[in-house]
Every structure is written in C-alpha cells, then in structure tokens.
C-alpha cells in the first residue's frame, strides 16, 4: 500500500482509532454477556446455596459490576469515541487498586479465599480479551495487575502456604502470558486487516477517480465527436470522410439531402467509397495518393447529375494522427454558380474595355475633326500670326489626341508607357517644324503612367519643346535638343527638356514670363504637385520633377 504520504505517527493514530472502533461491537456484547452471566450465576447460588460463606465471599468480586457498567456506558455513549482508549486504560488501571483492595481486605483463612485469584485471572483475561488497547500500554496494565496481585498476596501472608501460593501465581502468570499472546495476535491481524483495509479503501477510491476520469473523458470524446459532427453538417459543402481501407465513415447532412433526392441509399457508413456514387476510379487512386503522401489534392471536375451540369471542386485533405494519416476527408463544393459569376464579371470586363476604348478611339477621332477644322480656318486667313497661334493649339490638341490614340492601343486602359507616348510626342512637333537642321537626342526610361499624369506631362512637353524649335534657333540655326525621362528616388519622375541654342537674353527670366505657354506649363506643374527649374547657358534647360508618380 502507497503510504508514503503519511507519517509513522499519523499512522499509528489511525490504526488505533480503527482497532477501537473496529472491537466496539465484539466489546459491547463481550461485556454485556459478562455482565448478564455475572448477576444471572449470583441470583442462582444465591438461590440455591444461600448465605453460605462463599456466597457472600464471591459476591465481593460484584465490586467490578460498576466497571463493566462504565465501560458499556462509555461504548454506548458516542460523544466518549474518541477517549476510548484514554477511558479503558484508565479503568484498567483502578483494577490493579481494586485487586489489591479485595485481596488484603480479604480474609485468607476462608475457604472462599481460593475463588480470589480464579477472579484475578478473569479481570486479567478479560482485559486482554475485550479491551483492544494499544498492546505497549497492556503491557504495562497487565504487569501492574500481576504485581498487585503478587504484592497482596505476600502483604496477607498467603505464600506461607507454599504450594497454594505457586500453584495459583502459575495459574495467573499463565493467563496473564495467554491474555499477552491473544492481545499481541489481535493486534496483528487487527493491523493485517487494517493494512487491506487502507489499501482497498485507496484503491477504490483510486478506482472510482479513474472511473470518473475515464467517464469525464469519454463524455469529452463523446462531445467533441458530436461537435465535429454538427460542424461537418453545417458545412454547405459535400463532406466524404473515408479510413485506410477506404470504407466511408462519415456522409454529412448537406450529401445526405442530395443522395435522398437522388433516390440513393442514405446510409453508407463502411460502405467502399468506390461504390459511392459521385466519385469515380480515378478519385479513389487520388484518396489512395493522399494516404501516402499526406499532401492535400485539390482540383474539378464535371458531373450531370439529374440532367444538369454541375462544376464541383474537390479537396482531399489528410487527417494526422501521430504524424499518420488516418483518414481523408473529401469536401466537394458546387460552384457552379460562382462559375457563372466568374463567367457574367468577365464578360462585363470584357465589355468594359471594349466600350473604354471605343470612347478613346472616338476621342480621338473627335480631336482629329477640331484639328481639321482649324487647319482650315488657319489657311484661309493669311495672317501670319494667326496662323501661329492656330498651330499652337494644334500642337496642343494632337498632343491629347495621342494620349487616347496610346490608350486605345494599349493593353491596359488605365496606364500608357510614357517612353512611346513622348517619343510619338517628339516625332509629331518634329514634323510641324520640318525643314530645319535640328536634331532630337531622346533618352527614356521605361515607365508607366495613368492618364492624369501622361496627360500633363504631354502638354508640358509639347511647350517646351515648341519653344526651342521656335526661339532656340533664329535664322534656320542648326543644333541638338535633348530629352531625358528617368525614375527618381522615391518613385519619382525627372523629365528633362535643353537645347544648345541661343539661350535667353541678359536679364531675362521664363519664370518671370507672362505668355500663355509658360501659363500651361505652370499651372501643369502644380497640377501634378512637382517643380520646375529653368537654367541658362550656352542654351535653356528645363528639370521637371514629379514625386512618387510611377509604379
């Protein structure tokens, strides 16, 4: 028996405490019985012998009655449980003065003086029999009385009677080593018994613990099944769960409906899924595939089922245990009508576009009809400077024209590259100024912009390149003009436009301009939220800077 969390001490205590209560029965009727036997033999002598001197000598040994009648009170009485054992010994103890009070008050020359240590070893063997005191401190009670015995019988001179004197000490020494042997055997088996008693009462209750824990876990497992369940019936799609040897496990609620309107058996747990009847040879291999490489397998396929076409994604997702797989769970979803989505939002992505561009190619059109018109109006007034302020515009207009022409081409409707976008740009002013000797150094990185940003930067191309062709070179000068578009930190944009002619007159400023163009150029400048900065020297330069503009 696992003890170890009780002391020695502790466990002493308890044993007696047992070892009382366990003898209370066999106590209780052992005194009772002595009693009864005690009054019933004293009525009968009485009766029959009279008041014969050894009746009234034996009716001396009645002075125990009130002993035996204390100790049933005590036993009887259970507000004294727990001072049993203090109570018995103390009353054991007051024998060993009621021995030596009967004996010397005895008177020794009667015949009845012989019953006087038959009485002794009855108290002796009594004490022993019926009072289940620690077996240390009987010991010490059974010596006291044996020695008050021994004592009596020397102070009243009995041992002059020798062989009396022996043979009754023999008698008494010899139920006092009995009354020894008997009370150190009950103590042992007592503790025996004691020990298996503790032991079985540990595990019992060891063994109702593990009931209940057994019981708390299968309430436990039981519940947790019946929430997986209830999660996998809650489940809008078709769940499937199949073991190593491929026999159905689990059909959730959402496949059952669909099998009993198919008029299909609904039970089919530990049925082979290969006779399931939404899945075909070629998915079974899959689930054998899973199984052994614990990876999950998705993919879709197509089924008609009751006439129509049904588009269905199946997950085949391996369930671990102990790092093994042992179960696959099959969830197959009907997207059909997410397909038909997919299908209806591209289509109208398609149609979008289709109607985007079809604005742009019209835009252009539209811009190419007003750059018609005013060439017209421009050659029918020979005025020279009206004819160069309808050229402006122009200029201004095809610049827009482009962007759309770009967007109509591109793949993409939002963004146009911006290197081809002002390298049309350049080739279409280039054109206006034909018949001079200036060349056009470009050098553009690759960079996509959306049409706010492409658009402003067209226009302010188109000034300042106009301005060079037209100021940076009087009298049919030749020269260089050199255009750079690169990425700046930041995701910035630096486009840059010089040329190497004349440059401006001491004193004069383009910042300080009022003309129009400078306007446009201003105002488009801060329309992208960049700067601008003119240099001059040897030619004019201007450094465009967009922040964060390009992706």
Known sequence: ????????????????????????????????????????????????????????YFLRFGIIVPFLLISLFVVIVRMFRKYLGTIFSLLNLAVCALIFFVGITSNITSSAYNYFFAWVML?????????????RDLIILGCLQLVSYISVTIINHTWSDLFTF???????????????????????????????????????????????ERKDAQEELARSERQ??????????????????????????????????????????????????????DEVEDVSHVFE??????????????????????????????????QVMIVARDRSKEKEVESLKLRNAEQKEIMLKEIHHRVKNNLAIVISLLGMQGRKNPDANFTRIMRDIELRIRSMALIHEHLYRS????????????????????????????????????????????????????????????????????????????????SGINLTISDDGVGLPAGCSLENQDTLGMFIIKLLVEQLDGRINFTSGGGVSALISIPAMYK
Do not use: C
């Open 1 to 56: 028996m696992d003890i170890k969390f009780q002391s020695r001490k502790e466990l002493d205590k308890e044993f007696r405490d047992f070892y009382l209560s366990s003898s209370l029965p066999a106590l209780k009727g052992g005194l009772t019985i002595t009693l009864l036997l005690f009054i019933l033999f004293a009525l009968i002598s009485r009766i029959l012998f009279g008041s014969t001197p050894e009746m009234k």
């Open 293 to 326: 490489t614990g990876s999950i397998s998705i993919h879709e396929v197509n089924i008609n089922f009751e006439g129509k076409e049904f588009s269905i994604e199946i997950r085949k997702i391996p369930v671990f245990s102990n790092k093994n797989v042992e």
């Open 411 to 490: 793949d993409s409707l939002d963004k146009i590259q911006l290197s081809a976008y002002i390298h049309s740009l350049v080739s279409m002013v280039s054109g206006t100024f034909r018949g001079n000797n200036i060349q056009v150094e470009m050098k553009l990185d690759d960079i996509q912009a959306d049409i706010e940003t492409a658009l402003p930067l067209g226009l302010i191309t188109n000034e300042l390149l106009t301005n060079s062709y037209k100021y940076a070179y009087p009298d049919n000068g030749s020269g260089i003009i050199s255009i750079t578009l690169a990425k700046a930190d930041l």
């Open 123 to 135: 108290l002796i063997i009594g004490m022993h029999t019926f009072y289940r005191i620690r077996f």
């Open 228 to 281: 997986y369940h209830e999660a996998l019936d809650s489940f809008p799609d078709w769940v499937v769960i199949t073991d190593k040897e491929l026999k159905i496990i689990m059909v959730n609620s959402m496949l059952r409906e669909i099998i009993k309107s198919a008029g299909l058996p609904i039970e089919l747990s530990g049925a082979s899924l290969s006779s399931f009847p939404f899945i075909d040879r």
């Open 166 to 212: 022996i043979n009754n000490l023999f008698f008494v020494i010899s139920i006092s080593s009995l009354g020894f042997f008997i009370s150190y055997t009950l103590q042992n088996l007592n503790w025996k018994n004691f020990i298996h008693q503790k032991a079985l009462t540990e595990n019992y209750h060891r063994l109702i613990l593990e009931i209940k």
